[in-house]
């Protein structure tokens, strides 16, 4: 065997480890019987363990160093070097007793976070979350070599990106957002009560499966399960499956969240299939993962030309909740913009200045510039600004998330806008490739717009590096005015806005 | 750390080993989409690889080997270090190359038998099945202590057991067996069409949920889903699942399959949760085990005090198909013995001749006295003899059975009939404890049954071998006479036989 493929063998071993551990997870938040927990978390951690020993033991830094000639390499085995490079040095990086001390604290930090924010009481989880940021602080000095403190975990989630050029990027989106987020909620409110009637549970998952199925997810290859919070996870390159949650009285958060699974999990079965049970055969990055399940969730089914095919077909499973809705009114109801305190319930246009709230106050509190114990008068006082609104307790405001009080603080919220802007920059790239695109979707045909995805982002895998790819995708690195532009052509419209 | 402990720390991780292989195995048998078969076949291959190697380390030979001072102790530590030392003999005892072998001609085989068996072509199997006894003997004659090319089999499934001992055991039972089912059969049979109407699949499930709720599966520690082939599968104390299938056209096989299930299930739960993660923390031999679901699905689900309780719930769920059948015609419509040509479909009377017929053929071809080319003669004569009837095929004879195409041959089925001889006797013994017995189920109450077989049998797991298990439990080693006694009781008055 040569160092290359013995690398591949051992590459492999590892991604099975972490698969396995993935079937743990995903029957643990599916069909396990709750009082499996105990047992199930101690076999998912040894899976993890053994799969960490494999990944930073000697042999693995060995056969490294002998292909280190591949470092520069354009080659896919080129590509599946440096990931694997990357891989093992951040692994390598922070010493194992960081790690496991990270971990007790983050698994005691859930359970207080859970009961301090049933009880609204954030000074019950303050010295939770001091002590997590000490944690991480820490954790981000292993790696010397950063600029900025969040620097590590930006980079961990979305390579190539840095807490300075988030910052820039935040900052322009939102000098813009703002002023359109005044101007849309100076206008009317569109009425969304025809979402909230009863709609049956297995009717809503049959209308679901219908819809992604038509978009594209192979369930030859999948499959999809109830959980408590809805997620894609993949096995194999042909065992990729998505879950979901319902709503009985609103039809929209199981409509939109199956679709925005399968997004995700169309970039995942449309990956080529010769990198799987390698580092190659996943998403990217978290913000480019985040494009893929946006685009379809807000790109195509928010839009009109999804809705001219599929109202009938809803309207066809539902006669009585819809004999006296139009297809606009239905287009106005599933796009109305609101004041939500909440992320996860905010729209497609609000959406973002939630996510850019938390990333600047963790960078604050890991640079040491917001202090632990001023964090609910900054959340409250930015969500004013921003929004308009100011939480009523901190349990609706800054203790929402589990994010921060379930692994190390920072870089797991940006990928969700860099997600959002990605996702108009792709779209408006494949557009441009096909004309008649918003037609065949208006007729259901998804296929080409699926095969653009494929070509350009889907089939690459982590090959290339998110700003490579978007360039290659798009012609053009990351920017914003595509998101904008989408954002005041739709919401101009629906809103009669004077542009 | 004392050598003990990490002894059990070390039995615990191959443990986890296990169980993570199990989750994966179950999956794939429950809702894995098919084309994930062959990433997870490598996975859980990767799983049961690693476990090896721990079982078989330097490390584990090193402290077996400090600790054998606890060979002959009477205590926990004691049956454990007896426990562990025994697989790690067997592990190791067979050399790597020969499992690797053995596995691969297993696969093999098993494709080419699905094949042969659908076309009903021995002569297409028979050279598979030839190498396979070839290794068999090849894998026997790594123990070079066994006085019988079965022993090593019979020992890893029933220990204590031997093929003298098995032999001389069934060979009074079938003198006893065969006059019997000939005097059975002579008489009328029971009419059996109130079974075999049509029973819809979820109903049949409700209702089998319901029966071994009540019989005290506990479903908070367990779940039931669906499979082509039912099993019982345990992943933690916690977490020890169920699986049936559903015939819609006969409401016997699905609820007594579930029995069946929940029979093993109980023995799992019911261990004591100290030896969780141990090796004993699972049931002894397959035949004790066996014992377990077969006393639950036999002698409480066929007998007619469960009925009195139960035939009322059933009628009250499938209130067409029972109306006008009493709860003794469905007794007896249940408990009909018939000339089955097929093990899976037989009675509980017949059921064992069906066994003893595959043992001794197995036997004999493990010892070189029944060349495979004879082997559908030998089959057919013997069957011929025992029940008269001889199969129109060998795909309803000899290749009836994955068995023998599957796994290396010998040592898979005696368990069976072990089972059925143990079930009488544990019961028997059980009614003597608990005179109430009978009228208690007749109430629906099993509990003081479900204790006394916790206390005897359930809560020691693996601590005692077989034989010791018995003893201690029914105050004798294992006979044939209370399963006697029990067929000649229930089907003497049933078939109306002169004693």
């Excluded at 160093?65 to 390499?73: F, H, K, N, R």
């Excluded at 993949?234 to 925005?260: C, Q």
Aim: charged fraction near 25%; aromatic fraction near 8%; charge should be negative.
């Amino acid at each position: 065997m040569t160092a290359l493929q013995e690398l591949k063998a051992e590459l492999r071993t590892i991604h099975d480890l972490h698969s396995a551990a993935a079937v743990l997870e995903w029957d643990q938040s599916t069909y396990m019987p709750a009082r499996g927990a105990e047992a199930r978390g101690r076999q998912i951690a040894l899976l993890g363990k053994l799969a960490h020993e494999r990944r930073t033991s000697p042999r693995m830094a060995d056969l490294l160093s002998q292909l280190s000639g591949l470092s520069d390499d354009e080659s896919v085995d080129g590509a599946l070097y440096r990931r694997a490079h990357r891989l093992w040095e951040r692994a390598t990086q922070v010493p194992a007793e960081l790690v496991a001390e990270a971990k007790a604290h983050a698994a005691e930090t859930y359970v207080a976070w859970t009961q301090a924010r049933a009880e609204n009481n954030f000074a019950a989880i303050r010295p939770f979350l001091e002590k997590n940021v000490e944690l991480s602080r820490r954790w981000a000095g292993c790696f010397p070599d950063a600029n900025h403190v969040l620097d590590p975990f930006v980079d961990a989630m979305d390579p190539g990106m840095t807490a300075a050029s988030i910052r820039t990027l935040f900052s322009e989106l939102r000098d813009e957002l703002v002023p359109l987020v005044e101007a849309i909620l100076e206008k009317p409110a569109p009425d969304r009560s025809c979402l909230e009637q009863f709609f049956p549970k297995d009717q809503q998952l049959a209308f679901g499966r219908q819809v992604v199925t038509g978009l594209g997810y192979d369930f030859a290859r999948g499959r999809q399960d109830l959980t408590a919070h809805p997620f894609m996870i993949r096995f194999a390159a042909n065992d990729i499956r998505i879950t979901t949650r319902v709503n009985e009285n609103d039809l929209e958060p199981a409509l939109l969240g199956t679709v925005h699974e399968a997004g995700h999990a169309m970039y995942e079965q449309q990956i080529d299939p010769a990198f799987d049970g390698t580092p190659l055969g996943e998403g990217t990055s978290m913000g480019v993962h985040e494009s893929q399940s946006r685009l379809w969730e807000n790109l195509v089914a928010r839009s009109r030309p999804f809705w001219l095919c599929y109202f009938p077909e809803l309207r066809a499973r539902f006669p009585d909740q819809f004999r006296d809705v139009t297809v606009d009114e239905f287009y106005r109801a599933i796009n109305r913009v609101g004041r939500s305190l909440i992320r996860v319930e905010s729209d497609e246009v609000t959406y973002n200045l939630h996510v850019m709230l938390r990333f600047e106050l963790e960078a604050q509190m890991l640079e040491g510039t917001l202090p632990v114990a001023d964090l609910p008068d900054a959340w409250n006082a930015r969500i004013q600004n921003d929004l308009g609104v100011t939480p009523a307790s901190d349990a609706e405001g800054c203790m929402q998330d589990v994010h921060w009080f379930a692994s190390t603080v920072g870089g797991t919220f940006q990928g969700y806008t860099l997600g959002n802007l990605m996702a108009a920059q792709f779209y408006q790239a494949a557009e441009k490739a096909l004309p008649t695109l918003s037609a065949e979707i208006s007729r259901g045909n998804t296929a080409p717009l699926r095969q653009w995805l494929a070509e350009h982002v889907h089939q690459h895998g982590a090959r290339y590096l998110p700003d490579e790819l978007m360039v290659r995708a798009t012609g053009r690195p990351l920017e914003i005015a595509p998101f904008l532009a989408h954002l005041r052509a739709k919401y101009g419209d629906l809103y009669g806005l004077t542009p």
